[in-house]
């Protein structure tokens, strides 16, 4: 049988073999939801990057730049880290160059797998479909706040090994771990996350539209995919069946 594995921070990724696996990355507030939303309204491609020079230099050379650190907009960038920002008409076609404090950086140290691609609740079942039909091993690898971990992504990744649930073989203890958090919470998720540390934070910032947002559950069937270094929208040809 398949095996299904969840890293629950980047700072833990390299205790896990990626080769041959597909890793899902995860930042439900906000990094995951952001490209799941600008890819499904049309932005060609986004490379995330971890540090804000290198997403300064794209910027130089013709991306859109989008930079966020500690939950706000980073300053001489055209975009921050909201999915309302992702939704605009403009970026329809365009190339984007992204750094966040922590989802980018997930992505980054991901490359050694099989296939990298984004989850968020916004493509939940798009994502689901898809393990079902591979023959792969499968990693969450939930992106944290800062090396520590957090509630929304390991929500997520408990949601994720519930739906797979009886078609993988438990890797570790952590889809055990994180299966029975979300079972905890299936009926009162938004509580749950309302109480989480970045939820709090994000209030802080007045940014509660956003949080409501990137709980919402298939919005969108789009997977985003790493090709190479860029995320682009999935198609069949990038499919692994
Ligand atoms: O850390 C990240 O990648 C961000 O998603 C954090 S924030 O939601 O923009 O604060």
């Known amino acids: 049988m398949r095996k299904i594995d969840v890293c629950l921070s980047p700072d833990l990724i390299e205790l896990y073999n990626l080769s041959g696996k597909v890793v899902v990355v995860v930042d439900i507030l906000r990094a995951t939801s952001c490209m799941t939303t600008g890819i499904a309204h049309g932005v060609n491609s986004i490379k995330p990057v971890a540090t804000l020079a290198e997403c300064q230099e794209l910027q130089f050379k013709g991306y859109t730049a989008a ?11 055209d975009l921050g880290n909201s999915p309302f920002d992702y939704m605009d008409e403009e970026l329809r076609g365009k190339d984007i160059a992204v750094t966040t404090t922590n989802g980018t950086l997930a992505i980054t140290k991901s490359m050694d797998a099989e296939q990298v691609i984004i989850g968020s609740f916004l493509n939940f079942s798009a994502i689901i479909n ?8 499968v990693v969450v690898h939930c992106a944290g706040w800062k090396g520590k971990v957090n509630m929304e992504d390991s929500l997520y990744a408990g949601a994720v090994v519930d ?5 993988m073989d438990y890797a570790c203890d952590a889809p055990k771990i994180v299966h029975s958090l979300y079972l905890q919470a299936k ?4 509580d749950f996350m309302q109480n989480s540390s970045h939820a709090k934070r994000l209030t802080k910032l007045s940014i509660q539209r956003d949080f409501e947002y990137c709980l919402k559950f298939d919005e969108f069937k ?3 995919v790493l090709k190479g270094d860029h995320l682009m929208k999935m198609g069949i040809s990038d499919m692994l069946i």
């Not at 966020?68 to 960038?77: L, P, Q």
């Not at 393990?131 to 792969?136: E, G, N, S």
């Not at 739906?163 to 078609?167: E, R, S």
């Open 130 to 137: 898809y393990l079902k039909r591979i023959k792969h091993d």
């Open 187 to 190: 009926g009162n998720m938004l």
């Open 67 to 77: 930079a966020e650190r500690n939950g706000k907009k980073v300053d001489g960038f």
């Open 222 to 224: 789009n997977i985003p």
């Open 163 to 167: 739906a797979l649930n009886g078609q």
